[in-house]
């Protein structure tokens, strides 16, 4: 068989249909696409539209870029998913923490140049379909409960805070620190109108996020009138819409005022009108003040470690919405494939000058209540922003400034959760730790060093109990140790230590024998194999035996390969006392009590009662 015939069985063998299918969801539940699926499909797909415009134009606000950046990342993930993406329900654009983070590592020297946010894009997209095609998505589990919550809480006040100043209308440093300084500074400069309008838009948002979320209470047996379900699902909808309900009657308000020559409110800049240019990214931007050439080593040097955080963070947001979604609705989703959809969806969004997207909460929570049937839904959504930038463009400049903060300010400040901290303090408090170490660090370092020094302590908090192993020590003629978890290399050269200090110790006689017990022991390295050969060395010169028991198969596997001089394993603990003193009666001197750890010592028995279901005196078991 040639060569060329090899890799074409290799080839045939690896991409199968199965294969094929897998990678592309969309060949599962295409051939079964039916009318009914159509109707709640277009109905979902436009109430998320109209959710998606006016939170698109906010946000492209946090992430400092101009308006119309965040429409042109509202549609490409939205048809890249239609095609990759396992959960019916997830929507991809652009998200409050995304454009925050957007903001932290993809903002231009250049004022409202969108370059380095679309190269984070491409780049951002390119690490999760690696990713993808690697089975990488398990790492997100390193990234624990607390610093997620710590993370995003801390996120969501930042973004708040930083819409103040829009709507008491004056302008400020976004750092956080010198933005609440500046804020408050600026307090007596307040725009009057815009502070009205911003505080009217936040009691309507809020207003109508109560009726969206009342619960009719029907009693048993009660049928409900047509009417009255049409009534109901009107108010929700209206509920739904409410932030394009407020951007549009703030336009119209501020139109009006403009008509009449009454130029009052703070306004949206002027949008660029149609779609963006389909072309890839260009790798370097010139500064026209300056008349100097960023290149794309500059570029990348500036956005620095944003290439590792934002795919990280954009996973995590995507995988938490879709699995909360597929448990609600009773379906599963693959993480690897949605790193892959998520990758490629950023990859073909950067040549729309778009910039990261990743799943929206709000917007995948409306569009489940909704009752959209596949994702299919993202045609529609992607539509009506596509009708968006060809249509009303020209209509954006009159929205308030004030308006849209008071969206983004309604969207984020949902996210806060401090009920966790209450939920921790009662299961283990240790665990506020990473909360507060991210939380705080998040507004003094910023939101990158603070998610980055958080998952760094939750890893030490994982890693400690590996490197300090509590120990049970039972002395006497033969001293046992019993290691409680597992032994590798954080902990075999502390172990090493505290077994020398206690069984080799010049002020105090040594015992004859050491016994390990490994029942605890699920596995064993390089560096514990070597932990193993220096014991035997160093208590061959003090004329100590040293024996092993309770090894699993796998760890007496390595250690017998590794060949350790005077090497003895015994079935179990009593057998190797048995085999060196010869005396099995001390086996109940350290009989194991019922949760499986050594028993206690009672030092008030006298050393001739019998031994059964009492510890002789000559026993002393203490925690290394």
Known sequence: MSGW????????KTYTKQYIRKKFPISYWLPKYRLKHLQGD?????????????????YAVVAELPPQYGLYSAFMGCFVYMFLGTSKDITLGP?????????????????????????????????????????????????SVPVINGFTSAAAIIIAFSQVKKIIGVDCPREFIHAVECTFSKIPETNVWDLTMGLSCIVILVLLKILKDIQWKDE??????????????????????????VVVAAAGIAAALLAEDIKVLTLTEEIDPGLPPFQPPAFSVLDPDLNITHSV??????IGSGFAIIPLIGLLETIAIGK???????????????????????????FVSSYPVTGSFSRTAVNSQTGVRTPAGGIFTGGLVILALLVLTPLFKFIPASALAAVIICAVLQMVDFKII?????????????????????????????????IGVSVLMLLYPMARPTIVAIKKE???????????????????????????????????????????????????????????????????????????????????????????????????????????????????????????????????????????????????
């Open 324 to 350: 909360a979604f597929a448990r609600q609705n009773n379906y599963r989703i693959d993480a690897n494939q949605e790193l892959v959809a998520i990758g490629v969806a950023n990859v073909v969004s950067s």
């Open 422 to 454: 209450l939920t921790l303090w009662r299961i283990k408090k240790l665990d506020l730790l990473p909360l507060a170490v991210t939380f705080f660090l998040s507004f003094v370092l910023g939101i990158e060093y603070g998610i980055m020094i958080g």
């Open 297 to 302: 080593g500059e570029i990348f040097s500036d």
């Open 5 to 12: 015939q090899q890799v074409k069985d290799r080839l045939r």
């Open 95 to 143: 998200t409050a923490i995304m454009s925050l983070m957007t903001a932290d590592f993809g903002k231009s020297p250049i004022k409202h140049d969108a370059t380095y946010a679309i190269i984070l894009t491409l780049m951002c997209g390119a690490v999760q379909f690696v990713m993808g095609l690697l089975h990488l998505g398990f790492v997100v589990q390193f990234i």
């Open 42 to 58: 277009i109905i979902a797909g436009l109430t998320v539209g109209l959710t998606v415009i006016p939170q698109g134009l906010a």
């Open 478 to 624: 033969v001293m046992i140790f019993k290691p409680d978890s597992g032994l590798k290399f954080p902990g075999a050269e502390y172990l090493k230590d505290k077994i020398v200090s206690r069984a080799i110790n010049p002020a105090e006689p040594p015992p004859k024998s050491v016994v390990f017990d490994f029942e605890h022991v699920s596995g064993i390295d390089y560096s514990t194999v070597q932990m193993i050969t220096q014991l035997h060395e160093e208590a061959k010169r003090h004329k100590v035996q040293i024996t092993f028991a309770n090894m699993r198969p796998d760890v007496l596997s390595i250690a017998e390969s590794a060949k350790i001089n005077g090497f003895k394993h015994y079935a179990t603990v009593e057998e190797a006392c048995s085999a060196i003193t010869g005396q099995y009666s001390a086996l109940n001197g350290h009989a194991k009590n019922s949760n499986g750890s050594l028993g206690r010592v009672d030092d008030t028995k006298k050393p001739n009662e019998s031994l059964a279901g009492v510890e002789s005196p000559l026993l002393r078991e203490t925690p290394v």
């Open 220 to 245: 048993e047996g009660t049928v409900v009138r047509l009417s009255t379900k049409i009534a109901r699902k009107t108010l929700w909808l209206i509920g739904t819409a409410r932030n394009a309900i």
